[in-house]
């Protein structure tokens, strides 16, 4: 008989928190307060709509206005020169940096008034740098280009 009252030790309560909990009922779906433009297809069965036309002769001539077109950096990895090919559309100024992986300048090459055409510059690599992986920054009026350059 006394191994049946300890049994009544082990037995479970119902627990009160699980039976209080209700769930909340919502009356009204959320809204969404922002400018969301509707979507519209752009299938038009074979007709161009004139917008079209005229923004895609606006973006060909935004790439038209490149003005630093890099050809060529050699050698790579560079010992103690470096070689570029360039080409600039019309006279501007150049500059040429040598960058840390950080960004952080650790020479200037060049900063220069040249000519537009095709040029080839040389350049010396300065014996202070030590050997690694930097960036070379060749900035002419707004256009930025960065060349990834190993140094031995």
Request: net charge positive; glycine share 4%; with cysteine.
């Amino acid at each position: 008989m006394s191994v049946f009252c300890s049994l009544n030790v082990f037995a479970q309560r119902p627990d009160s928190a699980i039976s209080n909990v209700r769930a909340k009922k919502i009356y009204k779906t959320p809204q969404i307060k922002a400018n969301v433009p509707t979507y519209k297809p752009r299938s038009t069965f074979g007709y161009v709509p004139y917008n079209d036309i005229t923004n895609a002769k606006v973006a060909a001539n935004i790439k038209q206005d490149k003005i630093l077109s890099v050809l060529k950096v050699y050698p790579n990895p560079v010992s103690d020169q470096i070689n570029l090919i360039l080409r600039l559309d019309r006279e501007s100024n150049l500059s040429v940096k040598i960058m840390d992986l950080l960004g952080n300048e650790v020479v200037t090459l060049s900063n220069e008034r040249i000519s537009s055409g095709e040029q080839t510059k040389s350049y010396t690599i300065p014996n202070r740098l030590n050997s690694g992986i930097y960036f070379l920054k060749i900035v002419s009026g707004s256009e930025t280009i960065v060349k990834r350059i190993s140094v031995l």
